[in-house]
């Protein structure tokens, strides 16, 4: 699991505290800063430019994707272009049950 801050709201000046980065609980999920929204923007253009893989309904402010979950197949590398996601939707709340169920698809899967 990949969680990345950026500053959308009025009230995001600064890193993520110990007490909002505690809200990710998962072991292995790896989480930092992005100040300059330079992850939003490449998945964002990624997104936009794959015809065939999932558009989410959501997730824009001033231009910046934001409150945004992905899924994405085991194994996939991004490099020259992003890997087509399994799942692209948000805000993170409201998809967790649909994007928890395609995950559980997955996990259950031998691989």
């Not at 990710?24 to 997104?47: K, T």
């Not at 794959?50 to 959501?58: V, W």
Request: contains cysteine; neutral net charge; hydrophobic residues 45%.
């Amino acid at each position: 699991m990949l969680v990345v801050w950026e500053p959308i709201l009025p009230t995001d000046w600064e890193r993520p505290t110990t007490a909002v980065l505690s809200r990710v609980r998962e072991a292995g999920a790896v989480q930092f800063w992005d100040l300059d929204h330079l992850v939003a923007h490449q998945i964002s253009r990624e997104l936009d430019s794959d015809p065939a893989g999932p558009k989410p309904h959501c997730c824009t402010r001033r231009g910046n994707l934001w409150d945004f979950a992905a899924l994405y197949p085991k194994g996939a590398l991004w490099q020259a272009a992003a890997p087509q996601a399994l799942f692209a939707d948000g805000p993170v709340a409201y998809v967790q049950p649909s994007l928890a169920s395609k995950l559980a698809v997955l996990l259950s899967r031998k691989n």
